[in-house]
């Protein structure tokens, strides 16, 4: 932890989070994590696709096995698949969004598994009509080929949920129902730099389950709240069941929209979010560590360090792959100094944070 | 228009007990989804009764201060106030209501802040116009929307009006269109909406030269013929229209956009609507609903 430039801020986090669970408000979180003396064990699984013709429900069949997600675990359940749909772009949809295969791929092999209802939900941030989403990524060949069904979260009925990160300033989400009522939600993200967040994937996608309706285009309220912050929060209420990120070309640059295609030819698995994203990050070769979101993690969502990550199917190492990063870009600029160890010793800072 | 008994039918369903409409069939009460598929009968003479229970239910919806909230216990989420005043405007019980939702709206914007020609943003940050939510930043198309209630209500030369269409202006893409609200992010320009030229350019006509926005004019022209989503359809349609520019073909695509929906589902209410009022306003919205009341601001 010595290097880690969040170190202070961690610190007053956890004592924030301690209190708030001493004082009953905490809601929802596996603090016995806190207590227990054994570190974390998730497992994530790496399954290898050289590109979108592959037989992806294959793949995506063996990294249920490998997890453990069986036929019992999931027969006669209603699933909610929240893809990573942001923009309208025919030409770079394959690289912006999570690509229809995957999800295609994905609810054969849940059917396969005996899942009786599949819904895909999304509230996209920058575009409030949805079906221009669901055209231009190609998601609705794959609703007539599966008959599953669109829900817009935008404009989802909704229920108030206490905030179960507590970093924010937020006491409650509002969500939709359906996120809460759904048997499972699989996060099925992108494998992308973010000029925000540093990464984008299956935790920050979740920014997606919250309704534009109460929270503006582009999610203005989480925004003004902090970024970072509310990915941890969102994660943290919406309590995604299983995340399978859609590593087979990602995006790297000036992400999440304009940058540009990086094939990584994966697809990441795994029950835990931050194990799965913080592997990602090891993939895309971005220290986990120095992504401000994922540093909150190890207190109560869960583990981001290698040792307590089993990796599943293909080692990191045999798919990791450089994703470009930008020096103008400041969140990029941290993390690229991080990977080429190029860290003046002056201390710099970015937003809230002192390197 | 091919089948438009059906779909007002449709939008007729979706009314809720105690009047008002929901987002989709046996959903609850929404106040934007009632201010839209009020307008959409009203404008068709349909279902007149379930208007005027509309424009109470909305009533008992809004706020002491004249906000229109999409919940009230959540009543930062004001933007359905502007929907509120298209519906209430011309009908005279609900004057008072529509005097003090205009009022809010003429003391409320978005959070600004001075904007340095380095920063992260394109846009200027510092020109007020209005948020989606209380305590945010200002962004194009509640801004477009509050405008085109200004201008219902008589109240389009007022300051706040004239600064908004500035800060519509200064948010449209030096490409052509507008989206969300930012321009560029790390020097790139970020791509446009059609819903969100539509509507800012709906807001902005008869106040501009039409070289001003020639561009965004452009970018519609060359998308709306293949462009079948409501939203997008919808506000291109109403924005050319304002401008009267409106497509032979408009009808015809607004038959297709609704009966796409034996492949996307069920749309929202407020979608069938806005595709309905399309329809109607052949030289967009505030033509359509223009009655002689107007609103003075205290």
């Known amino acids: ?355 | 228009m091919n089948n438009i008994r059906k779909w007002l039918t449709e939008l007729e369903r979706r009314g809720v007990p105690g009047g008002g409409f929901a987002g989709q069939p046996g959903g609850s009460y929404r106040p934007d989804a009632t201010a839209w598929a009020a307008l959409a009968l009203e404008s068709w003479k349909e279902c007149l009764p379930q208007v005027a229970a509309a424009r109470d239910r909305l009533v008992a919806s809004q706020l002491k201060d004249g906000r229109v909230a999409i919940d009230p216990t959540y009543p930062q989420a004001f933007w359905p106030t502007a929907e509120a005043i298209l519906l209430w405007h011309g009908s005279p019980p609900h004057q008072s209501s529509l005097k003090r939702a205009v009022d809010f709206l003429l003391r409320t914007s978005g959070v600004h802040y001075r904007w340095k020609r380095d920063d992260v943003v394109g846009h200027d940050t510092s020109i007020k116009g209005w948020p989606w939510i209380e305590k945010t930043h200002s962004w194009v198309e509640p801004t477009a929307m509050n405008l085109l209630a200004l201008e219902l209500t008589g109240q389009s030369g007022h300051p706040r009006a004239q600064e908004a269409r500035r800060m519509l202006l200064n948010r449209q893409l030096e490409s052509g269109g507008w989206n969300y609200g930012n321009t560029k992010t790390y020097c790139l320009e970020l791509l446009p909406s059609m819903e969100s030229t539509g509507l800012a350019l709906h807001a902005l006509a008869e106040h501009l030269e039409e070289n001003k926005v020639r561009s965004s004019l452009a970018y519609l022209e060359a998308e709306m013929p293949k462009t079948r989503t409501p939203l997008w359809l919808g506000w291109s349609l109403l924005g050319m229209s304002a401008w009267k520019r409106r497509p032979r073909e408009a009808e015809e695509w607004i038959t297709e956009s609704l009966e796409r929906q034996k492949d996307y589902g069920s749309y929202d209410t407020a979608w069938i609507a806005l595709l309905l009022l399309a329809a109607q306003s052949t030289a967009g919205v505030i033509y359509a609903l223009q009655r002689p009341e107007t609103v003075e601001a205290s």
């Not at chain 1, 990602?280 to 307590?308: K, N, T, Y």
């Open chain 1, 1 to 355: 932890m010595t290097q880690n430039p969040f170190n202070n801020w961690l610190l007053r986090l956890f004592i924030k989070l301690t209190l708030r669970a001493g004082s009953g408000v905490f809601t929802g979180v596996p603090l016995h994590r806190l207590i227990r003396s054994e570190g974390w064990q998730e497992d994530v699984f790496i399954g290898k696709a050289a590109g979108y013709e592959d037989d992806l429900a294959a793949v995506i069949m063996a990294g249920f096995e490998r997890l453990g997600v069986t036929s019992e675990s999931l027969s006669g359940k209603h699933v909610l698949l929240k893809p990573n749909l942001v923009e309208t772009s025919s030409a770079k949809s394959f690289c912006i969004n999570t690509h229809p295969r995957v999800l295609h791929a994905t609810i054969v092999a849940l059917r396969r598994l005996g899942v009786a209802r599949v819904t895909i939900g999304e509230g996209a941030g920058h575009r409030r009509d949805s079906m221009i989403l669901l055209e231009q990524s190609g998601l609705i060949e794959v609703m007539k080929e599966t008959g599953a069904a669109f829900v817009d979260l935008n404009y989802s009925e909704v229920c108030a949920v206490p905030n179960a990160g507590g970093i924010t300033s937020l006491r409650q989400l509002m969500l939709p129902r359906i996120v809460k009522e759904a048997d499972w939600v699989i996060s099925m993200a992108k494998l992308k730099t973010h000029h925000w967040a540093g990464v984008t994937l299956a935790m920050k996608n979740l920014y997606g389950v919250v309704p534009g309706a109460y929270y503006g285009w582009p999610k203005n309220v989480l925004h003004v709240v902090g970024l970072q912050q509310s990915i941890y929060d969102v994660a943290a209420t919406v309590g995604a069941h299983f995340a399978i990120v859609d590593g087979i070309i990602g995006m790297e640059g000036d992400g999440p929209i304009l940058g540009e295609p990086k094939r990584a030819g994966v697809v990441v698995m795994g029950r835990n979010l931050p194990a799965v994203d913080a592997t990602c990050s090891r993939i895309m070769g971005i220290d986990p560590a120095w992504i401000f979101h994922l540093a909150a993690c190890p207190f109560f969502l869960g583990p981001i360090d290698e040792g307590e990550i089993l990796q599943r199917g293909e080692p990191i190492d045999a798919v990791k792959t450089e994703f470009r990063l930008l020096e103008h870009i400041h969140v990029q600029r941290f993390l690229l100094k991080r990977r080429t160890k190029t860290l003046s010793g002056k201390k710099e800072t970015y937003g809230l944070f002192t390197y």
